[in-house]
């Protein structure tokens, strides 16, 4: 699962970096820290040395800190308690993604922010998303959300439409989660896929005219559909297979177990 996860994300990395490395005059340390030591995929915003982050406050470094601790926490403490193998996966699972994607990587953006450098979080509060198109196009991963508005949507939302591309985002997104989840776990092929096709429909289904007249938009039937889409099928994502033949293994290397 690693050596697949990292293989994409640093082929993707160079692609991004190789775009836009010529087109801002810039220190030789932001390209290697953008390729090296930093999780998202906004190379531009990244390696312009005339763009300026401002100073994060001390609460930011709090917040990220905290939930840090809680991924350390469930990952390596509360997981270990839970008797059911499942669940425990999916504890183990949750303290994963808090303690990266959450913590340790918006730690980093203020790191890279401190020193001036336009580096945003990665995750932006999706919980408090109030639509899915907010919760999947402004708050979650962000990093390739940049990628893949740069490489699929932007050159293709005016020759195939917006909904067609959005649904091609979503294919590409959950082809890549299936390489990464599913083949590791030697099962489960083709459910990240349709976890993600799932999203594009959904999306589709907000923007369009019945969307608009079931407030799909907005409000709280607008979070509702959010949530919902989002976490209710989250099992074809990270299926039972992936959960009990990558997870669980790779909480006993790591003495989570």
């Known amino acids: 699962m690693w050596l697949l996860a990292m293989a994409i994300f640093a082929g993707l990395k160079w692609v991004t970096w190789r775009k836009v490395r010529g087109k801002f005059p810039h220190e030789a340390w932001r390209s290697i820290a953008y390729l090296l030591a930093w999780p998202g ?19 930011e470094w709090v917040w990220a800190s905290a939930k840090t601790i809680v991924g350390i926490f469930l990952l390596w403490a509360l997981a270990r308690y839970v008797p ?6 999916w504890v183990a699972l949750f303290g994963l993604v808090l303690l990266l994607h959450f ?12 020193c001036g450098v336009v580096a945003q979080p990665i995750m932006a509060k999706p919980i408090v998303s109030k639509t899915l198109s907010e919760f999947w196009g402004k708050r979650w991963n962000l990093g390739f959300r940049q990628l893949a508005h740069d490489l699929i949507f932007h050159p293709l939302h005016k020759r195939i439409g917006v909904n067609a591309a959005s649904l091609l985002v979503f294919l590409v997104s959950g082809l890549i989660h299936d390489l990464v989840i599913s083949l590791p776990a030697r099962s489960g092929y083709g459910l990240p896929t349709a976890y993600f096709l799932l999203q594009g429909v959904g999306v ?17 039937l607008g979070w509702v559909f959010m949530f919902a889409f989002t976490a209710g099928p989250a099992f074809w994502l990270f299926h039972p297979a992936f ?8 909480m006993k290397v790591i003495g989570g177990l």
């Open 41 to 59: 995929m906004d190379a531009e915003a990244f390696l312009d040395s005339n763009r300026r982050a401002v100073k994060p406050a001390s609460t």
């Open 84 to 89: 059911q193998p499942l669940a425990k996966g």
């Open 103 to 114: 913590g340790s990587f918006h730690l980093l953006a203020l790191f890279w922010q401190s």
């Open 204 to 220: 589709s289904l907000e923007r369009s005219t019945v969307g608009r007249r079931l407030a799909l938009e907005r409000g709280t």
């Open 243 to 250: 959960v009990l033949r990558v997870i669980l293994p790779f």
